[in-house]
Antibody
Framework: EVQLLESGGGWVQPGGSLRLSCAAS????????MSWVRQGPGKGLEWVSG????????NNLDSVKGRFTISRDTSKNTLYLQMNSLRAEDTAVYYC????????????WGQGTLVTVSS | QTVVTQEPSFSVSPGGTVTLTCGLS?????????PSWYHQTPGQAPRTLIY???TRSSGVPDRFSGSILGNKAALTITGAQADDECDYYC??????????FGGGTKLTVL
């Protein structure tokens, strides 16, 4: 059974940093692309950052480029999102999502971790 | 700036049929965008309904179907049920490892 467990969310002041983690199990982590998707309070889903596939190619939403960095540790089956220079508009629930194999879509989702950026 | 458009809200009667659409602010949606659909109830994580335009995710009943209608992707629900009432999101793959979600459609069944 695929499981994705996010952690690392919390409250941070504007300009601060947080690192989110997503512990994956139930599948061969190194074989799949992974993404972070967020949802602001009362808002829709927004793709933030991802590994396109099992290779190392990554990309980010324009508004987080230069501030957020996605990485993964295949020895720990864990996906990370390092978030620096946080802004109030980054406040959201951040979901980790496993891509489906062979197609550009999300197959499984974690339960999310809440990030609150406020003074 | 690519904008993916969805109807903000839609209403359907129990047992009825509804088609939600997913378009682009500029241009047409095609299978090359690998349109996929997700639904979400308040406080819960999204769940996958349809991927690769028209493939149902495991366990999704066949009253949910995906297609391309004209220049948009579409999600059709036939025989709507009360527990279909939730938010529906489409997402399009824009290439280079970038996805863009639509704003979501809040479906009411009444």
């Amino acid at each position: 059974e695929v499981q994705l467990l996010e952690s690392g969310g919390g409250w941070v002041q504007p300009g601060g940093s947080l690192r989110l983690s997503c512990a994956a199990s139930g599948f061969t982590f190194s074989d799949y692309g992974m993404s972070w998707v967020r949802q602001g309070p009362g808002k829709g889903l927004e793709w933030v950052s991802g590994f396109k596939d099992s290779g190392g190619t990554t990309n980010n939403l324009d508004s987080v480029k230069g501030r957020f960095t996605i990485s993964r540790d295949t020895s720990k089956n864990t996906l990370y999102l390092q978030m620096n220079s946080l802004r109030a508009e980054d406040t959201a629930v951040y979901y980790c999502a496993k891509h489906r194999g062979g197609v550009y879509a999300f197959g499984y989702w974690g339960q999310g971790t809440l990030v609150t950026v406020s003074s | 700036q690519t904008v993916v458009t969805q109807e903000p809200s839609f209403s359907v009667s129990p047992g009825g049929t509804v088609t939600l659409t997913c378009g682009l602010s500029s241009g047409s949606v095609s299978t090359n965008h690998y349109p996929s659909w997700y639904h979400q109830t308040p406080g819960q994580a999204p769940r996958t309904l349809i991927y690769n335009t028209d493939t149902r995710s495991s366990g999704v009943p066949d009253r949910f179907s995906g297609s391309i209608l004209g220049n948009k992707a579409a999600l059709t629900i036939t025989g709507a049920q009360a527990d279909d009432e939730c938010d529906y999101y489409c997402v399009l793959y824009m290439g280079s490892g970038i996805w863009v979600f639509g704003g979501g459609t809040k479906l009411t069944v009444l």
